[in-house]
């Protein structure tokens, strides 16, 4: 495995300290986003043309018309569906405690937008940055799940615990989900049409329903 430097390894620090405020009600896990951003932008910036390029729309295209990626795109969608309608029917505080979490967002073409960037920089932040950099210090799965524990961490809601729970537990799946899509495409343009898909279509489930 590659070393990494000591202002990397302090970036990753951070992220992971200001997700895990959220476990104690405290909000400020988009910072994390942002010092991933600016981060990976700097990197880039400072090694180009020899950096590693995770965000490549060119090659999204292409990369999305393999099946297997294609599939693992279509996953998160269909599981935010699935879950949710089942939630309806059985469940309906889980769906009163996602609603609680994304109240604020409403529907619109600007919520759209919202969506698209909010993913674009999220997949920048724990993908091409976070699992790139944690890939080099251990093997890419345990990178997966290390990454996505943390993210899910970061979207911990105040509530019934139980339903808390299950809520992180969602969104880790989803994360690992565009963990494997990001290794397998390195292009974390394509896993961010994979998470913006899954979360324009579970806001609109949960207008609808």
Same mark, same amino acid.
């Given at each position: 495995?590659?070393?990494?430097?000591?202002?990397?390894?302090?970036?990753?620090? #951070?992220?992971?300290?200001?997700?895990?405020?959220?476990?104690?009600?405290?909000?400020?896990?988009?910072?994390?986003?942002?010092i991933?951003?600016?981060?990976?932008t700097?990197?880039?910036?400072k090694n180009?043309?020899?950096?590693?390029?995770?965000v490549?729309? =060119?090659?999204?295209?292409?990369?999305?018309r393999?099946?297997?990626?294609?599939?693992? #795109?279509?996953?998160?969608?269909?599981?935010?569906? /699935?879950?949710?309608?089942?939630?309806?029917?059985?469940?309906?505080?889980?769906?009163?405690?996602?609603?609680?979490r994304?109240?604020?967002?409403?529907?619109?073409?600007?919520l759209?937008?919202?969506?698209l960037?909010?993913?674009?920089?999220?997949?920048?932040?724990?993908? #091409?940055?976070?699992?790139?950099?944690?890939?080099?210090?251990?093997?890419?799965?345990?990178?997966?799940?290390?990454?996505?524990?943390?993210?899910?961490?970061g979207?911990?809601?105040?509530?019934?615990?139980?339903?808390?729970?299950?809520?992180?537990?969602?969104?880790?799946?989803?994360? /690992?989900?565009?963990g494997?899509?990001?290794?397998?495409? =390195?292009?974390?343009?394509?896993?961010?049409?994979?998470?913006?898909?899954?979360?324009?279509?579970?806001?609109?489930?949960?207008?609808?329903?």
């Amino acid at each position: 495995m590659r070393k990494i430097n000591q202002a990397v390894t302090l970036a990753l620090v #951070a992220m992971i300290a200001f997700s895990t405020l959220s476990l104690f009600r405290v909000q400020l896990a988009g910072i994390s986003i942002l010092i991933g951003v600016v981060v990976y932008t700097v990197i880039n910036t400072k090694n180009r043309p020899n950096s590693f390029t995770a965000v490549d729309i =060119k090659r999204a295209y292409r990369e999305l018309r393999e099946s297997s990626i294609c599939l693992w #795109a279509l996953l998160p969608l269909s599981i935010n569906i /699935v879950v949710l309608l089942l939630a309806k029917m059985f469940f309906p505080e889980f769906i009163e405690h996602i609603g609680g979490r994304t109240a604020h967002l409403g529907i619109g073409i600007l919520l759209v937008v919202q969506l698209l960037i909010s993913a674009l920089g999220e997949e920048i932040a724990w993908r #091409a940055f976070f699992q790139h950099e944690v890939a080099k210090i251990v093997p890419v799965k345990p990178a997966i799940v290390i990454t996505s524990i943390v993210f899910a961490i970061g979207h911990f809601s105040p509530g019934n615990l139980a339903i808390a729970i299950i809520d992180v537990l969602l969104v880790f799946v989803n994360s /690992v989900i565009y963990g494997i899509i990001f290794a397998k495409s =390195k292009n974390a343009f394509v896993s961010s049409l994979a998470h913006f898909a899954a979360n324009l279509v579970a806001l609109v489930l949960l207008t609808l329903i």
